[in-house]
């Protein structure tokens, strides 16, 4: 278990040396300022601002996951734009223990031993309120069989959720920040993998060479506390 979480999260090392000059080898992360005219938009790209057109209605204060593409005359267009799921637009609900959680994977997956693992980390340790969130939704999720782990690995933000099916079956979603969200099923034989993204379709079939990779328009998180979020900004 522990080594297919290690290697899916390795998906997200690819990095992008300089957000200014707009790589579009991957899908990108996107967080809109506002409106600025009927197809314009000014948008946040890592700590950068900048312009683009989308032929997509977008939110502002809203984070998508996006491809840019270059047009003439220097604009910068948008497309394939989808919203991301309100958890990964939190920052402060991901944990930057990924050690810690992630070694009780090492030997078992059991679902009550689990919950037990976590409600002594919030009930056994003084925790500041969004570590306290974030807990009180992994064990939400237990109860509908879904173990969730949002966590910080090698300094990226990255979802991981997954459930265990019959047969030792592995159902997962992994949500990242330059990768957009990707799905699939893990078993003894086969490990087929769904993303939304072509350009993330060609990078996870360098990874994983024995894998089915397919392209999907919709992909959710098994588990979405979109529902239970709190106001956590005060």
Same mark, same amino acid.
């Given at each position: ?18 957000? +200014?000059?707009?790589?579009? #080898? ?10 600025? *005219? ?7 790209? *890592? ?20 491809? +840019? ?6 604009? =910068?267009?948008?497309?394939?734009? =989808? ?31 689990? @919950? ?10 003084? #925790?500041? @309120?969004? @570590? ?7 064990? =939400? ?27 030792? #079956?592995? +159902? ?63």
């Amino acid at each position: 278990m522990i080594s297919q979480i290690k290697k899916i999260s390795s998906l997200e090392n690819t990095k992008n040396k300089n957000p +200014l000059r707009y790589n579009t #080898n991957l899908p990108l992360s996107i967080e809109v300022v506002e409106k600025i *005219g009927a197809d314009r938009y000014k948008l946040i790209l *890592g700590k950068k601002e900048f312009t683009a057109k989308s032929k997509k209605e977008l939110k502002p204060k809203e984070k998508y996951w996006g491809d +840019l593409n270059h047009e003439k005359e220097g604009i =910068v267009s948008l497309s394939n734009l =989808v919203k991301k799921p309100a958890i990964l637009s939190t920052d402060e609900l991901f944990l930057n223990e990924a050690d810690l959680f992630l070694s009780f994977f090492k030997t078992e997956t059991d679902t009550n031993k689990y @919950r037990n693992f976590l409600i002594e980390k919030l009930y056994g340790e003084k #925790n500041n @309120r969004y @570590r306290f969130l974030s807990l009180t939704y992994m064990i =939400v999720a237990l109860k509908e069989g879904i173990f969730h782990l949002p966590l910080y690995i090698n300094n990226k933000k990255i979802l991981f959720q997954f459930s265990i099916k019959e047969e030792k #079956n592995i +159902l997962f979603y992994a949500g990242f920040e330059n990768l957009g969200a990707i799905k699939g099923i893990i078993s003894d034989h086969n490990t087929d993998i769904y993303t939304i993204f072509k350009k993330s379709h060609n990078m996870i079939l360098k990874k994983f060479k024995n894998a089915k990779v397919f392209l999907h328009t919709n992909i959710n998180p098994l588990f979405n506390p979109a529902n239970l979020l709190l106001d956590i900004k005060g």
